[in-house]
């Protein structure tokens, strides 16, 4: 049990960072309101721009917060922000200004970067073989805290637009001091590195990464697929009403299953998947799903018949994590920060260009006297995305073990 606590820790500690995303939501338009006052349009503008402000500081600071952890160890860089993220959400929780919100946002999304460093701690203390399976448990755990957060955050929205701020402070700082007692470091003397500048931003750090053999590719490779499957969090809400008429709870109730057979499959299936398949099989077999998921998706009608086939559908988030792994194999030990801080930053990439993609593919094939109405355009596209990343994969030499 001792030697699971650190990794019960790292899981915690990214379901805390995920549900602090997901427990604020629902309260979002009425804090905004209370604070700003004006129309809901209005609050929903100010709700973008506190979006695309946390997304903006996630792909700023994820090769940071890796590069940091690189040079200083994961316990400290794992603590400290977790600390002050407890700090950032009861300043947002007495905020009275929309632009203290703006800060609070800004803050935690530069706090929030740290899942670069909790997928870097699991690289460390997992065999080669073996990161697949971790790095499916880290993302398990994230989807796991996207579903709980949103449920958690409705709950206690109840109480007050103020207090899903204050329990995401409780269980931030509750974290902190869980890890202040049980996280050991994992970067031993030998494998830590000097902090540069130059190579703790997305553009340098991506240089250095990219250097290695292979790795521009699968980036490339790894930054299409996820514009392809940030798909349905971006247009999901629309797609379902526009075509089959749902309301807010079912399409909430829809979500919840997508994200809990995410977590089933990143959190289970996939270490059957790594240990029959390998690495490089278990991504095309994640790409294979999307690649059946999506044209149905494009062209289904029924309602019931696409919450059955959300499953099979999350089956493709088997690919991230295998992908994960084959890049983490290729990389020196002294870097694997520096790595996940770039893969952090991908990922934020696709989080802040694929709704802008998605929902425009939406808008065109919606508009009213349009030449088509097909609101499962955006899915044809996430096809084509996932169809170019996949030829990119099979075409890429496949790496070697890093020492």
């Known amino acids: 049990m001792r030697r699971r606590l650190p990794t019960i820790f790292i899981l915690m500690t990214v379901m805390i960072d995920a549900m602090g995303i997901g427990l604020i939501l629902p309260v979002m338009p009425a804090l905004i309101l209370e604070v700003e ?41 794992l603590l400290i922000s977790l600390f002050v993220m407890a700090i950032d959400y009861v300043v947002m929780a007495l905020a009275g200004s929309i632009w203290l919100l703006l800060l609070g946002r800004i803050v935690g999304g530069i706090t929030g970067a ?55 402070a409780a269980l931030a700082f509750a ?24 190579r703790a931003n997305p553009f340098g750090a991506a240089r250095q990464i990219r250097a290695l053999p292979g790795m521009g590719r699968l980036l490339t490779v790894l930054l299409l697929y996820q514009l392809a499957t940030h798909v349905y969090p971006a247009i999901w809400a629309y797609f379902t009403q526009a075509r ?37 099989r278990t991504v095309v077999l994640g790409f294979g799903f999307s690649i059946l998921a999506f044209p149905v998706l494009a062209f289904i009608t029924n309602g019931p018949l696409a919450l059955i086939l959300t499953p099979v559908a ?21 870097a694997q920060g ?7 930053s991908v990922n934020a990439l696709a989080m802040i260009l694929s709704p802008l993609l998605m929902t425009g593919v939406f808008a065109a094939a919606t508009m009213p006297g349009g030449a088509i109405y097909l609101p499962g355009a955006p899915f044809l596209a996430a096809l084509l995305l996932t169809l170019a990343a996949l030829v990119l994969f099979l075409t890429t030499r496949r790496p070697v073990s890093a020492p």
């Open 175 to 198: 974290n902190f001091l869980f890890g202040l007692v049980i996280l050991p470091e994992t970067v031993t003397p030998d494998k830590r590195r000097p902090f540069i500048w130059r």
């Open 244 to 280: 089959f008429g749902w309301d807010p709870r079912m399409i909430g109730l829809s979500l919840a299953v997508f994200g809990i057979s995410m977590a089933v499959v990143q959190g289970g299936v996939i270490r059957l998947a790594l240990s029959r398949l390998g690495e490089l």
């Open 37 to 77: 006052g004006g129309s809901l349009a209005r609050a929903a503008l100010w709700g973008g721009v506190l979006s695309t402000a946390f997304a903006v500081m996630q792909f700023l600071f994820g090769p940071v917060m890796g590069n940091l952890s690189d040079r200083f160890g994961r316990r400290p860089v």
């Open 314 to 334: 999350a089956m493709a988030a088997m690919a991230v994590p295998a992908l994960q792994a084959m890049m983490s194999q290729q990389t020196p030990d002294d």
């Open 338 to 344: 520096e790595l996940q801080g770039i893969l952090t």
């Open 114 to 168: 740290t899942h670069s460093t909790a997928s870097a701690f699991m690289a460390d203390i997992s065999p080669p073989e073996k990161r697949g399976a971790g790095f499916g448990m880290v993302s398990a755990a994230f989807g796991l805290g996207f579903v709980l957060g949103p449920v958690i955050g409705g709950v206690l929205g109840d109480l007050g637009t103020r207090a899903p701020f204050h329990a995401a």
